[in-house]
């Protein structure tokens, strides 16, 4: 039986990312199941679901975190879906993206900048 942080991470996993939220789960059961339920504990049924941040603001400030990080696209590429999702436009994307640049320099922006051109051509399909 599934905690209620568990069941509350859930909803909000599928309400901000979708299939390819639900495709990371999946992809963790053979590895680490454990992690998996984290992951949707905590970020979701825990800092997600807060009522301070809508959930446009919140996908702006991952976005941002993860192009500058530069060095994870594959979460990036969720995470400017899950912006899509939650109603940001591709230039708010790209403007996000391309403000990381002033902060954590051009390489990592245009990993970003490359990264949101495959998850909009994706998209079209």
């Known amino acids: ?62 976005i941002a975190a993860l192009t500058a990080m530069g060095n994870a696209s594959p979460q990036l590429k969720v995470h400017i879906q899950a912006g899509l999702n939650v109603g940001l436009t591709k230039k708010e994307i790209v403007e996000i993206i391309m403000q990381m640049s002033v902060y954590s320099g051009f390489p990592s922006a245009l990993n970003g900048l490359f990264a949101a051109k495959e998850v909009f051509e994706n998209e079209k399909k």
């Open 1 to 62: 039986m599934k905690s209620e942080r568990f069941k509350i991470g859930w909803e909000k996993l599928k309400e901000v990312d979708g299939s390819a939220g639900e495709n990371v789960v999946k992809s963790l059961k053979d590895i680490a199941p454990d992690f998996a339920d984290l992951l949707i504990e905590f970020p979701f049924g825990d800092v997600y679901s807060r009522k301070e941040l809508d959930l446009k603001s919140r996908e702006i400030a991952t």
